[in-house]
């Protein structure tokens, strides 16, 4: 799908590698700049017991990788020759600046991931604890952090969005891109386009917190002799179902009729959600998962079971396939979730640094200076 693309990634942690693989996974041609031995997410958890990181691997999918010391005049020269070569520079660092880039190759896009507009540092778990995201999370009185880092997954799917527009636009006219996506401002916009901060300014008030009850509608979990189950209506069919399949019709009409609501309206089955939750609790309560499963299957009703990673991993699922990655052995790794017909088998994460011998190739530098670079650590 993108055959043809060739970016040049310099980056580390979550959001611009994972624009940069997302790009990777649809054919574009990503080569990964790192250090010598590696950014600092090199070795970041969750390791193998040998010390070797699955985060890293997992992130890096389908690029190559090549070492060069920034801090050397020839290892800039480098960069700055293979990210005009590219024509497409993903970073979250200031350096190689633009400026610089876009004086060698006329059309350079160059998309860089921030923190905060002006340049201020920031991550995932900083910038979510001002959005007002922890506060309205769990019971209780304190916050509570998600472990999704949400704000990252968005801000590197936006990155590669930023690509592919820019690509677009030069494809159009000729012209160039530098574009900056802060990560404070994914999760700003974010806020605003789901309508949390429309409800603070218009109804002047912060959402409470709810546990795992849906705002605006009824849905929570219900546990069962063996575990849990998630619940979700979003209709007054969904509900009727619900009470058709709980043999809770009966009774689901005299609560509506007693509390003078009208179930249809999304804002009562909120509003009396502890009320509908305990109609239904006892019969979660005496039965196994999969007995409530077997009466839930055929409604309308959404559900889903908690369950772990591993019990996950336990189910058949077409978009994990299994491939040798070098430094931990047989792993299965998903696929592009993006179908359009064209299987593309997920290809393994580089060996660190691995790559230089074919990428600077590409600059027409030969083996024997590439080991020449090696032995004086410009390139690792």
Request: glycine fraction near 12%.
């Amino acid at each position: 799908m993108l055959s043809g693309l060739r970016v040049l990634e310099v980056s580390s942690f979550v959001a611009a590698p994972l624009g940069g693989m997302t790009l990777a996974q649809l054919g574009a041609d990503v080569v990964r700049v790192d250090p010598l031995g590696g950014a600092t997410d090199t070795r970041r958890w969750p390791v193998t017991e040998e010390g070797a990181s699955i985060y890293w691997a997992s992130l890096n999918k389908g690029k190559r990788s090549i070492m060069v010391d920034q801090r050397t005049p020839e290892g800039r020269d480098l960069v700055l020759r293979l990210a005009a070569q590219a024509g497409v520079v993903l970073a979250n660092t200031p350096r190689p600046a633009y400026e610089d880039l876009a004086a060698l190759r006329p059309g350079l896009i160059h998309v860089l991931v921030q923190g905060y507009p002006d340049g201020r540092p920031a991550v995932d778990y900083t910038v979510n604890a001002e959005t007002g995201f922890p506060l309205v999370t769990g019971l209780g009185g304190e916050p509570v952090n998600h472990v999704l880092p949400a704000w990252d997954v968005a801000c590197g799917l936006y990155a590669a969005v930023a690509v592919l527009a820019a690509d677009h636009h030069r494809m159009r006219t000729g012209k160039g891109r530098s574009v900056k996506i802060a990560l404070s401002d994914v999760a700003l916009a974010t806020a605003g386009n789901l309508g949390f901060l429309g409800e603070a300014e218009l109804n002047r008030v912060d959402r409470p917190r709810i546990g795992n009850h849906l705002f605006g509608g009824f849905a929570r979990d219900f546990a069962v002799a063996d575990g849990r189950l998630m619940v979700v209506t979003l209709s007054r069919r969904h509900l009727d179902d619900l009470a058709a399949a709980t043999g809770a019709t009966e009774r689901l009409a005299e609560l509506e009729r007693l509390l003078g609501a009208d179930f249809a309206d999304d804002g009562d089955r909120y509003r009396h959600r502890e009320g509908l939750a305990a109609l239904f609790e006892p019969w979660f309560a005496a039965r196994t998962a999969d007995e409530a499963a077997g009466a839930l299957g055929h409604t309308s009703v959404l559900w889903s079971r908690y369950g772990t990673f591993r019990e996950l991993l336990a189910r058949d699922h077409d978009l994990l396939v299994p491939i040798d990655q070098p430094g931990l052995g047989r792993v299965r790794a998903p696929r592009t979730p993006v179908r359009d017909g064209v299987p593309r088998e997920p290809r393994p994460a580089p060996v660190l640094g691995g790559d230089a011998e074919t990428v600077l190739g590409r600059l027409g530098i030969s083996p024997d200076e590439v080991a020449d670079l090696r032995a004086r650590r410009v390139v690792g």
